[in-house]
């Protein structure tokens, strides 16, 4: 088969996803059918496209490939836009800090085609066309056979990111959080503390797991080991009561004034599957409520915020 000079070609085929169109296939149905996965395989519906955006892990479809297709079964019931824009970490360290492609991307179920006008739309100082960065990297490659699996013609503009800070400073971040009314700000550990945005700017804190510390952070380590030389459970009484109190922190991003009010989204299903999950619950002030799947936890937010 000849090369293409226009055309990037899997890099990662054959080992983090089969290599072969049909066995490709039935991987990407096992891991929609499967228990960990939504447990069937969508259909695409002219949903109400209120999905913005997706966070999708992108380890092999044998680890991470049920977890993935949530979010695109989710997508197909929401509806598929017309175009895509993909954002990937770059794990190689090859490229510009913010890499556009410039060459369509092949897969075994087919060829995904460069949204061109809409990546030329998007060059700039900072994104900047460099396949380099996209040549051996798989974050991005990954999500394609997920996509084209529901809908073989599908349109994408890829980013490879290695940069961080780039969209600047936390307080810049701040800023433009408050000015930006539609705005979803995506924080690490630096925004857990030290967070002071009053009123309807923040709304909603998601918080996607229980802060447990680091065990094997060497002073986490020693400190567990000197509550056990007290004859103290380390874990219950020490590691639980910590990451409780952090929970409580995090959360209080949200309420800063006496009239603030908001909803606290925890998704680690541990809060009410463990026996320490009440301990998490009763550090934060309110009434929990537990929501089984996402249209009902939208049904609950909507009842809250009155809408």
Known sequence: M??????????????????????????????????????????????????????????????????????????????????FIILGPNHTGYGSPASLADDDFETPLGVAHLERELSNSLRSEVITVDPIGHRHEHSIEVQLPFLQFLRPEIKFVPISLMAQGIDGSRTMLLRRFQEETQSVLFGTDSFWEGIDVPGHALEIVVISRLPFAVPTDPIVQAQTEEVARMGINPFMGFTVPEAAIKLRQGAGRLIRHRSDRGAVIICDNRVSTTRY???????????????????????????????
């Open 2 to 83: 000849p090369i293409s000079e226009c055309m990037r070609y899997p890099a990662v085929a054959g080992q983090f996803y089969e290599g072969e169109e049909k066995r490709l296939r039935m991987q990407i149905e096992m891991c929609f059918r499967h228990n960990l996965g939504p447990g069937s395989v969508p259909t695409l519906e002219q949903g109400p496209r209120r999905i913005k955006g997706l966070v999708v892990p992108h380890a092999g479809f044998m680890y991470s490939g049920p977890v993935a297709c949530h979010s695109y079964a989710h997508l197909a019931k929401d509806g598929f836009p017309e175009s």
């Open 277 to 307: 999950g009440p301990l998490f619950m009763k550090s934060l002030q309110g009434t929990p409520l537990v929501a089984e799947n996402p249209e009902r936890l939208i049904e609950q937010l909507k009842s809250w915020f009155g809408s």
